[in-house]
């Protein structure tokens, strides 16, 4: 149906996100050295939060 239409090759909204199309923006390089740190430091509690489609997910 809009895969013709707009010229795609697969579906673009999927329920689990594909990780060939993962990007990693200095935003996300930031979110990820907080984590790390959390996770070897064994800080406890770790939360990342985001508006809806900033990347959280991925």
Known sequence: MYLNF???K???FQILPDPRYFF???KHKSALSYLEY???NNVGFIVITGE???G???
């Open 6 to 8: 707009y010229g795609l």
């Open 10 to 12: 697969e579906k673009p």
């Open 24 to 26: 990693l923006s200095s």
């Open 38 to 40: 959390g996770l070897l």
């Open 52 to 54: 809806i489609g900033t």
């Open 56 to 58: 959280k997910t991925t």
